[in-house]
């Protein structure tokens, strides 16, 4: 079965600083795509940025960016200039192509965000 | 563009009450999911479906019943509820497998 580890519990940043959430994955999949997930004190889960695994290039959406490494199955992100805004509990998940597109998450990252 | 509704938001039910959480989507998607949310364990997968009339179960499908009698619409339902299904429930919607979800806002179910 399919695992997303996201080792870091709880994070902190300093507004208008970077910060950077891991996740690792276990599979045995070639095909497949990886997620993040917002989802702030409004409990409204919202994506952020996703990642094929076929592509090489990192995924970009503004300010957050993913760090993408296959060999390693690691697929972190990284939020730059950050914002009061950006304060919430992160969630990594991942995806087979073939599999009714069923994703498992990760246990998710709080990140706070210090003005 | 509503997106996807979930209802109820909050509800609060006794053990052994039964009960349906209605989630619709106005999207024409043909993937629908419910997912529960416990404190420290991220999302596990109740039942899907990936089209209508058609359901499956998920990873923790014991105690719960689904329906997809209308594209749009996807029930959960509770036969008899026990302190253990309380949690957030979350509905969620793709058109296909390779897009991120689509999620309703959630529902907070306690079972006293």
């Known amino acids: 079965a399919q695992t997303v580890t996201q080792s870091q519990p709880e994070m902190s940043v300093q507004e208008a600083e970077t910060v950077t959430l891991s996740c690792t994955y276990d599979?045995?999949?070639?095909?497949?795509?990886l997620f993040w997930y917002k989802q702030p004190p409004s409990r409204q889960m919202i994506l952020v940025i996703r990642?094929?695994?076929?592509?090489?290039q990192n995924a970009t959406e503004n300010r957050f960016s993913v760090n993408f490494q296959k060999a390693a199955k690691s697929f972190s992100l990284k939020i730059s200039d950050s914002q009061l805004g950006d304060a919430a509990m992160y969630f990594c998940?991942?995806?087979?192509?073939?599999?009714?597109?069923?994703?498992?998450f990760g246990d998710g990252t709080t990140l706070t965000v210090k003005p | 563009n509503a997106g996807v509704t979930q209802t109820p938001k909050f509800r609060v039910l006794k053990t052994g009450q039964s009960m349906t959480l209605l989630c619709a989507q106005d999207?024409?998607?043909?993937?629908m999911y419910w997912y529960r949310q416990d404190p420290g364990m991220g999302l596990r997968l109740i039942h899907y479906?990936?089209?209508?009339?058609?359901?499956a179960k998920g990873e923790v499908p014991d105690g719960y019943n689904v329906s997809r009698l209308k594209k749009q619409n996807f029930l959960l339902g509770l036969e008899s509820a026990a302190p253990s299904q309380t949690s957030v429930y979350f509905c969620?919607?793709?058109?296909?497998?390779?897009?991120?979800?689509?999620f309703g806002s959630g529902t907070r179910l306690t079972v006293v």
């Open positions: 969620a919607s793709t058109p296909q497998g390779y897009y991120g979800y689509t």
């Open positions: 599979t045995s999949e070639s095909d497949y795509y």
């Open positions: 990642q094929e695994a076929y592509k090489q």
């Open positions: 998940a991942y995806r087979v192509n073939t599999n009714a597109g069923k994703s498992t």
């Open positions: 999207m024409n998607h043909e993937y």
């Open positions: 479906s990936v089209g209508e009339g058609t359901t």
